[in-house]
């Protein structure tokens, strides 16, 4: 599955959505075999030389949308992409139900006998919203954050769609970056969410590291599967694990080349990290508390499934 501004529209058999990173994190097994068949060689030469590069993709983006667009049906809003990044289970989003309605709908119209499977990116903080208002089964998708945030430096998008989350949530809950002070001060006389803010390395990090805890919290609350990337990476057994969970949910997955880049990062960059790691756990606690939608017994129950590098920073706040 392939992730991105939309959800992908694709057909299986049983209703699965699966909620994505804060931002583009992709697996999927076509792109994975891709990666490691023509890109494997390129990875290494771009990790030695401090670059994060991704597989492309073959075709437009947006291809699998082309007979919905065309239809005139895909009911799509820009807005949708960051505007109510943060949804509570029994608010009222009209646009969002009707886009991925639609979605279904159109799923549904072209292969009758089977049930969707939509792949959500930048919905972690709206699963709780999409499992209350449609029911089906819920997949998570998480990534150690060191990796992801360094993934990041393979194109500015990322940094500049990370404010851009950061804006939004902030016009709505806005004591939950008072810890970031440089950000705070140029947030405050900002009237375009999509102005280019200036922030320095930690501050970029604190902005991460606060979404993602957020992000992560509320997906291990509320899916039915919780899927650890590092694991699925280097863990044969987790593959198979993996693999038959789909199974059971009527969907042939091989995850067998699943494969992520792992970052060096030096010695100042990691204290830096994990600096901002702490204050987020401790903002998630007071400040930044209005982000926060989780059930910490399903996360106690859900810990044991991650990689140790993930399980350690979600302890922060929730330990």
Known sequence: MHGGDHPALTCGQNCVKTHHS?????LCTKESRVWRRHQSSHLQKSQSAGRYDIPYLKKNYFHEYLEVIKSGKLNFDQKLSY????????EINNKLYQYLAGLISASLDRVPARKPILCCCRSQMRSAWMKHTFGG?????????????????????????????????????????????????QAESLMDHNANLQLSRLDSMR????????????????????MDVDRLSSDAQYQRETSAW???????????????????????????????????????KSNASALTIF??????????????QNRRYIELVVG
């Open 207 to 226: 902005l991460f590291m606060l979404i993602w805890n957020a992000s992560s919290l509320q997906i291990l609350s509320t899916c039915d599967y919780m």
């Open 137 to 185: 089964s819920h997949v998570g998708q998480i990534r150690n954050p060191f990796d992801q945030w360094a993934s990041f430096h393979v194109n500015p998008y990322f940094f500049q769609k990370m404010i851009m989350i950061a804006l939004s949530l902030r016009a709505k809950h806005k004591n939950a970056f008072a810890h970031i002070d440089q950000f705070e001060k």
């Open 22 to 26: 804060v931002v583009i994190t992709n």
């Open 295 to 308: 059930d910490r017994a399903a996360i106690q129950k859900s810990l044991s499934s991650l990689s140790p």
């Open 83 to 90: 505007a109510d990044y943060l949804l509570k289970p029994d």
């Open 246 to 284: 789909f199974h059971t949910q009527g969907c042939k997955a091989d995850f067998t080349d699943c494969m992520t880049p792992q970052s060096a990062g030096n010695i100042e960059t990691r204290k830096q990290f994990e600096l901002a790691a702490r204050e987020s756990a401790i903002a998630l």
